[in-house]
């Protein structure tokens, strides 16, 4: 908690540490009460420095320092300095030994950084500062030791007892045991793990490209063990990945997984030992969706990459997390794509990036994918670090091609492996494996905000000539007003009127090359003029959404159904379809304003119609062709986001869409049904879509009046044999004004699922969506179910996350009811688990999005949080920056 205010910590202080350490003992004696941590740390003077002695600052936050040791000799109490944050002391040579006893107490760890228990077991969390919790230590990711660990427990109640790195020796002293693990890779401290349990565990190996064998273990509490086939398969599946389209091999003898219970985010890469959250490794048919399927293959085969990008090659500094996050996300990006649908992959990676981190940019948080300062480092693992940094990562592969990036990777691990470097030597490799000039293309790095791209056209019919222009800005963003151009690839085609795609020749070429082709456009305005065209060609413009930037081109409706239609680039099909719902929308929004009867588009229902005849159309395009615009798009798009207006447009829009193609939809709904009710589940991307599309169509029918929909939602429910077909039921349900049906069903799908944690997060999710008035009771009376815990991330994600940030019409209640209740949420959860409270806040930190009465409320709901007391660090910095400016 904070004492005085915080103060910032900045990129362009960096300075190379002292002293490194070389070595790193550490002991464990895990007990219920409080659990003590000796460590030797074998140190030595950083001698780029300097010769000089300079103190010695250790890191250590909430240690009880029980005994302090010089190379043996015990030191006095005024040979050493203790403050909140730091032991000080004065070395006597370039090359020492620390030893320090600690006592910490994980059963008291509500924050759950550090040592905590997480239901019986122990278990650690340290990136980014958690090992200063631990023990004192230089925690800092450029200093990187070789750990040997050992943790000592009770025999009976922990007789799994783990730590990173290859098991070394293990013994018993009486009722406790003991287990030592060595790593042999030097690592920051942050990759330090450590996991005491009554685990089980699901075993297998894998035969490494150069022929080792690992052997491969994920532990989970023994009622679990039926829920981690799908992890294990997918652990497989990317180590066999990275080996063929990145050459890398995994290097230890063992890799584990561990699943936990109470977790604040997804999951951990360390060395050897990944901590998850149960909710992205547990996975079985009847408990998790597709959705969570699909998360679970991305999060371990996102943690299983980071021991090339993020452990072999580690940050020097906190500024550069996009290094490894950024880079990691856009490998496991890539390894979905290839596993599943890669366009519907960059569909939705593309829909949430531009609804969540295009929102982050144009808040108060506004930060470069390299920030240049922070208070708390937990507030930047951001959607600007990690989605719009793989973005980034992205754009230079578009750039540079697929050759030279893979040239650059192999550059950059083979130049950096064992190093903590910076986002500056990434981009250096791929500048020198590739001999392409990288200086402007940095400036993604370092500017925040996301860019402008608004593209004109001109056809000169007597040259055969059409010229495009390009004009790039970029809004200002807390601490920077003025950008400099950034380097945008767009990748683009020119289509016929047939539906052809055009050789494309630019006026200083001598012939053609190819029918798409990347610009990069570097300058604020800048032209391309394209030769040999004989009629006006339709743009096909930043296929595959070729850069982070909100692009503009004034489209007619017709040119929009032609590239819905024609558009070789699945992506920009489905971009097209959006930009026509977009347009409808926003004229139905404005109607709503204006108190005008709403209206129908009876074109969009035709091409609606079509696309649902179109048995040659992949189901899971479909199913997201068929979807609107999400209300959170709609409110990013807005200047003032009238989110009671944009919610009655969607709604009457999408029934409008139900009632006019309810005959086929219905006809395609059964026909999927009856396919689904006959098969047995698999999380294959085959299935996957036939139930996307089956969910999407159901939502639609129970729009309508129809009986016989209502019962065929029932039966679904009812008789579905997996946890994806129930829960869209369940989902409709909720939704819907059949208030015995929807009852019924919540009942009885709590009274299945009462002991499965998971599943009951998804029961709270499903409510605190709901739109139905009433929701927010409902959420409250729900904190009061047993099944529900302030104490566990998951929970508070699932019920107050879920009700704040994904159900905007009934959050933004007119009375100010869910801004009271986020408030109140973030003051409890500060002191409990200060993570958690700042992700919370984030929906009341984008005030300024919405009319002035909305405006002054949610102000008030900040300024009432600041005023209750003392802050962690991590909310008084979104609370600060918030209300600032
Ligand atoms: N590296 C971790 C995130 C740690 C967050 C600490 N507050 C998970 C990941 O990105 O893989
Ligand atoms: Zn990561």
Redesign the pocket.
Known sequence: MRTETPVAVQLKDYQAPDYFIERTLLDFDLYDDHSTVRAELTIARNTDKGSDLPPLRLDGQQLELVSITLDGQALAADAYQLTDSHLILQPLSANFVVHTEVRIHPENNTALEGLYRSGKMFCT?C??EGFRKITYYLDRPDVMSAFTTTVRADKQRFPVLLSNGNPLAQGEEGTRHWATWEDPFKKPAYLFALVAGDLWCVEDSFTTMSGRDVALRIYVEPENLGKVQHAMDSLKKSMRWDEEVYGREYDLDIFMIVAVSDF??????NKGLNIFNSSCVLASPDTATDAAHQRVEAVVA??YF?NWS?NRVTCRDWFQLSL??GF?VFRDAEFSADMNSRTVKRIEDVAFLRTNQFAEDAGPMAHPIRPDAYIE??NF?TLTV?EKGAEVVRMLRTLLGEANFRKGSDLYFARHDGQAVTCDDFVQAMQDASGTDLGQFKRWYSQAGTPRLTVSSYFDKAAGEYTLTFQQSCPATPGQSDKLPFVIPVELALLAADGSHLPLQLKEEDNAQGCERVLAVTEAEQQFTFVGIANEPLPSLLRSFSAPVKLRYDYSREQLLALMRYDSDGFNRWEAGQQLQLEILNQLIADVQAGRELRGDVQLAEVFAGLLADTSLDAAMLAEMLTLPSEALLAELADVADVHAIHQAREFLRQSLAQALHQPMWQRYQALRAVHSEQAYAASAEQIAGRSLQGKLLAYLMLSEHGDVRSACVAQFEQANNMTERLQALACLVNSPFVAEKQQALASFAAAYADDALVMDQWFSVQAGSSCPGTLAQVQALMQHPAFSLKNPNKVRALVGVFCAQNAVQFHAEDGAGYRFLADQVITLNALNP?IASRLLTPLTRWRKYAPDRQAQMRNELERIVASGELSADVYEVVSKSLAS
């Open positions: 969390q990136e980014a604040n985010m997804g999951a951990m890469e996102h943690e980071h993020g490894k996050e990691t480092i937990s693992y990690y993570q």
